[in-house]
């Protein structure tokens, strides 16, 4: 009896020990007004940097510990504010960087697919001095994302519920703020469960427009069950005019387990076609536990049948795994439709990213590299296949599609400066640009693709855009290079198309010519877009 006595004491002591000390941790982080605010001050002079007085990225990122272990809402607004500053840097490094591309284009235009011929040495070294300036500068903004990449970090540790309210508050409806902050305040929010689920489903209420909406719609699917109060502004946003949005609000719908979504789901369904209408039919799936596709009637005759079980909670929801989420990614049988090396061409609006380097003209039936041409390539070359390849796709186009042309090698060389219908006579005109096309030079894929998203109406600002471009391919034969030639990380590239396509809406297959390939790399790049990789 006395052993109880003792062993239950002891529990409440080592409990209240226990609370203490959390207690204790949770004072630590939070810290006097003043520490605070001597924490920051170091932070703010440590990381600052100006044009005409850069700091060392290292000696910036090093600023960050002088927060230390803190956790307040002053720390909140120190880290938003410093993001928000690079944000700046990035813009404006970009400027230049696309003026440095502009000057580049202008060397080499009529050139830009064949050997580069110079009048003279000087414009032979003013070309590369152009190149080393454009690598540099693509560097510099490199590095500022890798900063903002610390400071989000940052911003994600943080567990008060003052720092992460005010986050919610003051970040995701933020008018300047840069889109991929507000991404990352949704993360933070969303893993904080039931104690960030009422602000977030306020924050929802509150929400217009189509960036604030798709990024709030993506914290409380991140939150599921918790916010099952957001469902009906999440039910109102499936018929926002953003098919972006659309899309993110049936994804919080399929994990807030509640059955009155279903039948505006389906509904929408209906309504829907392409890629927006298979994804409420994944989230058709997972909210169910059903297997009924991207099929409306399917789903109609289930829920005439079942759905009273449903919606009177006899069945459990939210816990379902989509076979067709599995199947948008699987390989492709090709029996049907239009079909583009194997991948089915089922986009309405689609940019081709060609590969025109010098590897390139190596045949097609050989794993060997190629050089710079100099007479152009050989009827058996990767350059013709691949030409042969798109003029056939681009047939196949009809008027209601909408497409474009990203041709690269060390440049970026668009088709048109803007999407095009599919009719007969763009068609034709498509085709004669692709067949005159030739390798020369080298792989500069980041850039390519960042062309491609500035068709789809990015511009060169970190801001929420609605896409003019639902699906790219980006065909390649070799691993990716600089303007300079130097070899160019895959990483930074990436994290760049990450940036580039936050919501995932554009679809990005990745097709491999040849044996000379990071495969890794472009396996990566189409699953994390929701495409596939094939390899020929």
């Not at 896409?467 to 391919?473: A, E, G, K």
Request: charged share 25%.
């Amino acid at each position: 009896m006395a052993r109880g006595r003792m062993a239950r004491s002891s529990a409440v002591a080592v409990a209240t020990l226990a609370l203490l000390l959390g207690a204790a941790g949770t004072l630590a982080r939070a810290g006097s007004i003043d520490a605070v605010a001597d924490a920051i001050d170091k932070f703010e002079k440590g990381f600052r940097s100006t044009a005409k007085h850069p700091k060392d990225p290292e000696l910036r990122r090093a600023a960050l510990a002088e927060l230390g272990s803190f956790d307040t809402d002053a720390i909140a607004q120190a880290l938003v504010k410093a993001y928000a500053d690079i944000d700046d840097e990035v813009e404006a490094a970009q400027v230049r960087k696309e003026e440095v591309d502009d000057r580049i284009e202008t060397m080499v235009r009529g050139q830009e697919f064949g050997e580069r011929k110079f009048t003279d040495q000087a414009q032979k070294q003013a070309y590369d001095v152009l190149c080393t300036e454009a690598r540099l500068i693509g560097d510099q903004i490199t590095a500022l994302h890798e900063l903002q990449t610390a400071l989000s970090a940052r911003a994600e540790e943080l567990e008060s519920d003052g720092a992460v309210a005010w986050l919610v508050a003051n970040v995701i409806g933020g008018k300047k703020l840069p889109l991929s902050l507000k991404l990352a305040v949704a993360r933070t929010a969303g893993t904080r469960g039931d104690r960030m689920a009422r602000p977030l489903v306020q924050a929802l209420a509150r929400a217009t427009g189509a960036e604030e909406l798709a990024v709030v719609l993506a914290a409380i699917a991140a939150c599921g069950r918790e916010a099952e109060e957001a469902a009906p502004a999440a039910i109102k946003a499936l018929k926002h005019d953003d098919p972006a949005v659309r899309e993110q609000a049936a994804w919080a719908l399929a994990h807030l387990a509640v059955a009155a979504a279903i039948e505006p789901l389906i509904a929408r369904l209906e309504q829907e076609s392409g890629r927006t209408q298979r994804r409420m039919g994944v989230a058709l799936e997972i909210l169910t536990g059903q297997a009924h596709g991207d099929s409306p009637r399917a789903w109609r005759e289930w829920f005439t049948k079942e759905g009273a079980d449903c919606l009177a909670g006899k069945v459990p929801l939210s816990k379902g795994r989509s076979k067709l989420a599995d199947a948008l990614t699987a390989p492709a049988d090709p029996k049907k439709g239009v079909y583009y090396y194997g991948i089915p061409q089922e986009g309405k609006s689609i940019v081709y990213v060609i590969d025109c380097s010098g590897s390139m003209q190596a045949s097609i039936k050989g794993g060997g590299r190629g050089g710079p041409p100099t007479e152009g390539a050989s009827a058996d070359s990767r350059m013709e296949a691949t030409k042969d390849a798109l003029v056939e796709v681009l047939g196949k186009l009809t008027k209601d599609d909408r497409f474009n042309i990203v041709c690269f090698n060390d440049v970026v060389v668009p088709y048109l400066p803007a999407m095009v219908p599919g009719t007969g006579k763009e068609v034709q005109k498509a085709q004669a640009w692709v067949r005159a096309l030739q390798p020369a030079s080298t792989t500069n894929i980041h850039d390519a693709m960042q062309e491609a998203f500035k068709l789809a109406g990015r511009g060169v600002a970190d801001k929420y855009y609605k896409s003019n471009v639902d699906t790219i391919f980006l065909l390649t034969d070799g691993s990716p290079t600089r303007p300079d030639n130097q070899p160019d990380s895959t990483a930074r590239i990436l994290d760049s198309v990450r940036r580039w396509n936050p919501t995932k809406h554009v679809v990005i297959h990745t097709i491999g010519i040849g044996k000379d390939l990071n495969v890794t790399f472009l396996q990566q790049i189409a699953k994390e877009n929701g495409g596939r990789f094939v390899q020929q």
